[in-house]
T-cell receptor
Framework: QQPVQSPQAVILREGEDAVINCSSS?????VHWYRQKHGEAPVFLMI?????EQKGHEKISASFNEKKQQSSLYLTASQLSYSGTYFC???????????FGTGTSLTVIP | DGGITQSPKYLFRKEGQNVTLSCEQN?????MYWYRQDPGQGLRLIYY???????QKGDIAEGYSVSREKKESFPLTVTSAQKNPTAFYLC????????????FGPGTRLTVT
């Protein structure tokens, strides 16, 4: 039931854009996005709820396509500080278990 | 400052010994979680608790046990029955269900030899 993320890894030059996808085989109730630096704890980025909501956070935004059971994270004009592993997290219904995705390693180089 | 503390940061144990990992939060959150992370892997849920004196198994609960006697505390015991206990363990808390973000502690890296 773990959501699948794609791509598994991506390397960008500073200023380039990236899209990370999170797909589920089951209907999603909510989608969380987190970023984790090596050896550190994950840090919350945003939550999206059912209803196709799109949210933004500086140059990082995300969408939630209920029909496709998918969420996408958009990173624009990437900065070196964006490097890390990005995880989506989902719950399939209220009160159910929370699942993190497989992770996407993003490296931004000068 | 409010937050989640996990101790110790690094823990070494001999095979066959039980070990308890501490997790304390002063955020007044109802829900608490324990995750395991292996190198290059995602986070897998071990146990979670949405209220004091109640907890549920996650996908990989075998070989682990928890208690939730106080709202602030959610200790995890790694028992000798856990076949591959060496991993990075993360504790998290949340005000409620999945409508709310999870706040993570700094993690404990457990090495069992």
């Amino acid at each position: 039931q773990q959501p699948v993320q794609s791509p598994q890894a991506v390397i960008l030059r500073e200023g380039e854009d990236a899209v990370i996808n999170c797909s589920s085989s089951k209907a999603l109730y909510s989608v969380h996005w987190y970023r984790q630096k090596h050896g550190e704890a994950p840090v919350f980025l945003m939550i999206l709820l059912k209803g196709g909501e799109q949210k933004g956070h500086e140059k990082i935004s995300a969408s939630f396509n209920e029909k496709k059971q998918q969420s996408s994270l958009y990173l624009t004009a990437s900065q070196l500080s964006y490097s890390g592993t990005y995880f989506c997290g989902t719950e399939y219904g209220t009160g159910n278990q929370f699942y993190f995705g497989t992770g996407t390693s993003l490296t931004v180089i000068p | 400052d409010g937050g989640i503390t996990q101790s110790p940061k690094y823990l070494f144990r001999k095979e066959g010994q039980n070990v308890t990992l501490s997790c304390e939060q002063n955020l007044n959150h109802d829900a608490m979680y324990w995750y395991r992370q292996d190198p290059g892997q995602g986070l897998r849920l071990i146990y979670y608790s949405q209220i004091v004196n109640d907890f549920q198994k996650g996908d990989i609960a075998e070989g682990y046990s928890v208690s939730r006697e106080k709202k602030e505390s959610f200790p995890l015991t790694v028992t000798s029955a856990q076949k591959n206990p060496t991993a990075f363990y993360l504790c998290a808390s949340s005000p409620g269900d999945s409508l709310y973000e999870q706040y993570f502690g700094p993690g404990t890296r457990l090495t069992v030899t």
